[in-house]
């Protein structure tokens, strides 16, 4: 081979790639791609987050343009609840956000949240009103939209598909949610009818509940509730008005269209009030008067809200959190006829941390927070003094342990936004 043939027959050699070569190139291609990946995902991420932030602040502007125009000054009339409230398009949240020209919350669903509807289309396609259940007032049920249920004028019995089609151009008019909205928002405080007088002695207490029905409280929060409060008292921008819903519980029942099929989880309709943890269930009770016996309110509120620092506390039990409440250790309540020391807070778990381990909330002022869930169950505890271990297979706790992930000097969670006991 001539030194001419010699130097070609190199450089077509070297003109290709070995098998050890593309392998690098392979592998090296591969990590580039694994951390790529990621990043992208992340930013994506945080566009979804940014617009969930967005959709909230416009909430805000919404219900605080319907409270000026509300004669009783409310942020909203109450739940976007069919049962308990009534037609979803007349009474509720969502109905005074579409009254206020705020956008349809069906345009500002939060994209991070797995959850693409509420609870309330399975109660618009399946629920006969004539039910025990209901408690809204029927002029409230047959309102709306929802007297076209019931053309034939049975009683609200034709449930199912009927309404599917109906329903399908309601729910793209913008009667959809991904959010869920504060006890606070949609029922304010508890009201007179609920009170009672504590026997041998002059305080105030609670004779009814649970209060998750308009007829025991104000039925919405109202500009009153936050243009009264003193140093003592919570501050606007630590009031929850709405969050990201959790949509854990309970799926679609009957497909509507095709991003909404049978099956789709359905977030929950509000955040479900006042309750204390009972260890010997374990499970998270909704405060309420006894049979013949008054809850003392002193004995679920504290004196004043707690300061910079400071956070909800059980005292005694191997923490290092400050208890901010009037008496020592934990406040004492009797609940059901049993004396049991404990700590009354807002049951928080319709609230879901849905972008990477936050949850975004709207407060009364009108901002957005960003809550963290530090250990990873999938809640916000606001301070149930939840042991490890605690927590069963059935889930009615959810919460591990006792981490305060939703202090109460950011994100208030006590039942009575006034320290005097005279709401």
Same mark, same amino acid.
């Given at each position: ?20 070569? @593309? ?13 790529? #990946?990621?990043?992208? $995902? ?47 398009? $007349?009474? +509720? ?8 020209? %705020?956008? =349809?919350?069906?345009?500002?669903? /939060? ?41 034939? +004028? ?9 309404? #599917? ?16 909205? &504060? ?28 209060? !998750? ?10 500009? %009153? ?43 929950? @309709? ?18 309420? +008067? %006894? ?19 400071? #956070?909800?506390?059980?005292?005694? #039990? ?16 009797? @609940? +059901?006829?049993?004396? !049991? =020391?404990?700590?009354? !807070? ?12 936050? /949850?975004? @909330? ?17 809640? !916000?505890?606001?301070? *149930? ?8 297979? &059935? ?11 939703? &202090? &109460?000097?950011?994100? *208030? ?5 006034? *320290?005097?006991?005279?709401?």
């Amino acid at each position: 081979m001539n030194s001419r043939q010699q130097l070609h027959a190199q450089s077509h050699a070297r003109a290709g790639f070995t098998i050890i070569e @593309l392998l690098v190139t392979i592998v090296i291609i591969a990590v580039l791609v694994a951390l790529l #990946v990621p990043a992208v $995902s992340s930013v994506r991420e945080s566009a979804r987050k940014t617009q969930c932030q967005n959709n909230l602040k416009q909430m805000g502007i919404g219900f605080h343009a319907f409270s000026d125009s509300d004669p009783k000054q409310r942020f909203a009339t109450g739940a976007a609840d069919f049962l308990r409230d009534g037609c979803p398009d $007349s009474i +509720g949240w969502i109905a005074n956000l579409d009254q206020s020209g %705020a956008l =349809a919350p069906e345009g500002m669903l /939060c994209p991070s949240n797995i959850g693409r509807g509420s609870q309330l289309l399975n109660q618009l396609l399946s629920t006969d009103t004539n039910n025990g259940s209901v408690t809204a007032e029927q002029k409230d049920i047959t309102d709306g939209f929802c007297d076209a249920f019931d053309p034939g +004028g049975s009683n609200y019995l034709a449930t199912g598909s009927a309404r #599917v089609g109906y329903l399908n151009g309601k729910v793209l008019d913008g009667f959809n949610t991904n959010y869920t909205p &504060s006890w606070f928002l949609v029922r304010g405080q508890i009201s007179q009818p609920a009170y009672g007088s504590v026997s041998g002695s002059g305080n105030k207490g609670i004779k009814d509940g649970p209060f !998750l029905d308009r007829a025991l409280t104000q039925g919405g929060l109202r500009q %009153a509730n936050l243009a009264i409060l003193t140093g003592s008292d919570p501050p606007s921008n630590h009031i929850p008005l709405m969050g990201d819903g959790n949509s854990g519980n309970e799926t679609l029942s009957i497909a509507i269209n095709e991003t909404l099929p049978a099956g789709t989880p359905l977030v929950e @309709l509000f955040t479900r009030g006042p309750a204390v943890y009972d260890s010997t269930g374990p499970s998270i009770k909704l405060i309420q +008067g %006894a049979s013949g016996t008054v809850l003392d309110l002193a004995a679920i509120q504290p004196t004043s809200y707690p300061q910079p620092g400071e #956070v909800v506390g059980h005292g005694g #039990v191997g923490n290092n959190e400050t208890t901010y409440q009037s008496n020592t250790g934990d406040w004492s309540a009797t @609940l +059901g006829g049993a004396g !049991l =020391a404990k700590l009354c !807070l807002q049951d928080t778990r319709a609230w879901s941390p849905v972008h990477r381990g936050s /949850c975004n @909330l709207l407060m009364a002022d009108g901002s957005v927070k960003s809550v963290d869930d530090l250990n990873g169950d999938g809640f !916000l505890n606001p301070g *149930f003094p939840v042991e490890p271990g605690d927590n069963p297979a &059935s889930g009615s706790v959810g919460y591990l342990d006792g981490t305060v992930e939703m &202090s &109460s000097f950011e994100v *208030f969670s006590g039942t009575y936004l006034h *320290f005097k006991h005279d709401d």
